[in-house]
């Protein structure tokens, strides 16, 4: 029983954190329509990858704000 509240759980934090990931990949300012073609078609694809990628190469916050 605890597994499987284990498994749901992190399922629903992926599910989350893949939504998230999507929103910010649109409300990016600094992305090109094709780049956010692309990373939206690469989560979309093999979501835990893309996902993780995304996470990994993504810059913070504040040097997406230092850029603009």
Request: charged share 15%; no cysteine; proline share 3%.
């Amino acid at each position: 029983m605890l597994v499987r509240i284990l498994i749901i759980a992190a399922v629903i934090l992926f599910l989350i954190m893949w939504v998230r990931a999507l929103i910010d990949v649109f409300r990016r300012g600094d992305l090109s329509v094709g780049a956010k073609a692309a990373w939206a078609i690469v989560m979309l694809l093999i979501p835990f990858i893309g996902l993780l990628l995304y996470y990994m190469l993504r810059p913070s916050d504040a040097q997406i704000a230092q850029r603009s």
